[in-house]
């Protein structure tokens, strides 16, 4: 483009800033999609070849489905645009060949940096991980845990004038040698956030530095030379500089936000940020460190209400991905929740583990939908409170509005492994498979041994008939899960269906055996009888969960459970559980 600003009709795409606008309002748009537009208008109606759109958007040497990524992007173009692909305005496709833009472009005028922040709703912010100058490995839990809490912090300063981009995404770019503009382009913002940690003993020096991603200009920075206790607070100073610096006039409540419920003794907050780093690893082995952590945090500081949630979080890695009897943590998690929510009321995390402990454990669609609605309204920049609501609207079959929930949990947190892979779930509960496996072919193309995206994308490749690609799913969830009993459960149900009686009543056989030794949740071994059309026994076994409360019941209504659904039994189970009876599978 000859300038980085350009209109076409109602639209101005300003590359400079990796936005595109209509009419004056901003027009989210993911990573892939942007930079595809971008290169699109650029060449100006040329005719560009798949690999060059490949070799441009991913680099070379890539091993996942980049024709089905191309198409989801062109897909997603046009959904922002409004353009119709039988008789395109603006992007055409020819088949075998490539894609052009057909729109006619115009320089867009010049308009002042005042102006421009008229447009937007709110400027976005990403705190990048502050680089550990300690010289010790073994203090990479502090630089992290401060580089989270200063994500905390900040997403909750004045949500509705500044979205923070989840710890997920940011930590992405831990040791990057990627650029400013590079990182603030793939993650859609306007300023990041970067700085160092040195500690020496009870001393910390934190430097912090403010970037403005359209021209790279340091807007601020400093140094904090503090003696633990005094380290505690030190995000209420960070969040007003940069408050002053982008312009943000905060009110007394939003000053206080930034010190809210800041943990009094120091030895308690270093427990908790041991307890963050290995809670974040997301694996059974490093949760029981985190809950270890947790445990001396609220035992150190019994009034620092984070802690609290934190043991909660951990606690339910156990029955979800560590095939734990629900009986053995459900107790303790909801007494944490409780008094996370006692000591801070207003703690979007709080209410957010309340939301999930409602969800997976009470069975309590209602109550988790108010207490994800209530983080929401706390901290609307907390991708994980979106998450959470998305869930319920999708398990209880609310289509519509559990994507454009994710939706917001993927402009805060693009970047997000899970995040990518409840999406790809959540179109495959709406119905939309094709689009479903497209968005796994992208979440697992990041990170091929993330097993909850193989597990799901498993779900989805059964329902379409896919049952070699369905069972590699599966053989992969299993292995980088450690053994997670889920793997072995959807795949005896898909060696049923597809007619290899055998294999599946196999795969019956390793879970008895594995439940003489270990815990195996009832709820996999009903659903390999009900892929058997053996509906006696899977009945036996969804009754065992539904006493154990088995955190896979929320799923009762997949369409898996189809030839289950004229038992007088199984109705009776749904209703149970939280469904309304005949209620419709999704």
């Known amino acids: 483009m000859s300038s980085e600003r350009v209109q076409f009709g109602s639209f101005v795409l300003d590359a ?11 027009v989210r748009m993911e990573r892939i999609p942007m930079d595809l537009l971008i290169l699109l208008v650029r060449e100006k109606g040329r005719l560009i070849s798949r690999e060059e759109i490949i070799e441009s958007l991913w680099g070379k040497n890539l091993y996942f489905d980049t024709d089905n990524s191309i198409n989801t992007a062109i897909r997603k173009i046009r959904n922002s645009l409004g353009d119709n692909a039988g008789n395109p305005q603006y992007v055409e496709t020819v088949l075998g060949k490539g894609c052009r833009f057909k729109g006619q472009t115009t320089n867009a005028p010049k308009v002042e940096r005042a102006e421009i922040e008229a447009e937007r709703s709110r400027i976005m912010l990403a705190v990048l991980p502050f680089e550990n100058l300690s010289g010790d490995p073994a203090q990479e839990y502090f630089s992290d845990g401060l580089s989270e809490e200063t994500i905390m912090r900040l997403g909750q300063m004045s949500p509705p004038q500044m979205g923070v981009i989840a710890r997920t995404s940011s930590m992405a770019y831990k040791q990057t040698d990627k650029s400013v503009t590079r990182i603030g382009q793939e993650l859609g913002v306007d300023y990041v956030l970067e700085g160092s940690v040195r500690r020496d003993g009870e001393r910390v020096r934190i430097t912090a530095q403010l970037i403005r991603v359209k021209d790279q200009i340091h807007l601020w920075a400093e140094n904090y030379d503090r003696h633990l206790p005094g380290i505690l607070e030190i995000h209420g100073e960070i969040g007003a500089a940069i408050a002053d610096q982008v312009k943000l006039k905060l009110m007394a409540e939003e000053r206080r936000q930034l010190t809210r419920n800041a943990p009094r003794d120091p030895e308690a907050h270093d427990q908790y940020l041991r307890g963050r780093y290995h809670y974040a690893r997301f694996s059974v082995f490093d949760a029981q ?7 001396k945090a609220r035992e150190r500081d019994p009034s620092f ?5 934190g043991l909660a979080d951990c606690l339910m890695v156990f029955a979800l991905s560590g095939d734990v009897a629900t009986n053995e943590v459900f107790s303790t998690a909801k007494d944490a929740i409780a008094q996370a929510l006692q000591l801070d009321p207003d703690s979007a995390e709080a209410h957010t583990s309340d939301a999930a402990t409602k969800f997976w454990f009470d069975w309590d669609f209602k109550g988790a939908e108010l207490a994800a609605r209530r983080a929401i309204q706390l901290n609307e920049n907390y991708s994980l409170a979106h998450l959470y609501l998305a869930h319920v609207f999708s398990n209880t079959g609310r289509h519509d509005e559990a994507l454009a929930t994710i939706q917001q949990a993927i402009v ?13 779930q959540f179109l495959y509960h709406a119905g939309r498979d094709s689009e479903a496996v497209e968005q796994f ?5 990041m990170e091929s041994r993330f097993w909850i995206g193989q597990i799901c994308a498993a779900k989805v490749y059964e329902k379409l008939g896919m049952y070699s690609e369905a ?24 060696h049923a269906v597809s007619g290899d009686t055998s294999k599946a009543e196999g795969h019956i056989r390793q ?7 270990r815990y195996v949740p009832p709820y996999n071994l009903a659903l390999v009888f009900a892929g058997l059309r053996e509906p006696e026994s899977a009945l036996h076994w969804l009754g065992q969960a539904l006493e154990e409360r088995d955190v896979h019941m929320p799923f009762l209504l997949d369409h898996k459970w189809d030839g289950m659904r004229s038992h007088a039994e199984f109705q009776e189970l749904l209703s149970r559980v939280g469904f309304a009876r005949s209620q419709s599978s999704i």
């Open 441 to 445: 072919n992208a979440t697992l193309g």
């Open 511 to 517: 879970m008895l055996e594995r439940k003489k030794e």
């Open 471 to 494: 069972v590699v799913a599966c053989d992969l969830a299993g292995q980088f899960s450690g053994g997670n009993s889920e793997a072995l459960s959807l795949a005896g149900y898909i």
């Open 289 to 295: 460190k985190a809950v270890a952590y947790f445990q």
């Open 412 to 424: 805060l947190d693009p970047l997000s492994l899970i995040v990518g892979a409840m999406r790809g």
């Open 16 to 26: 400079s800033r990796y936005e595109l606008t209509r009419a004056g309002k901003p």
């Open 305 to 309: 209400g984070p802690a609290h949630s």
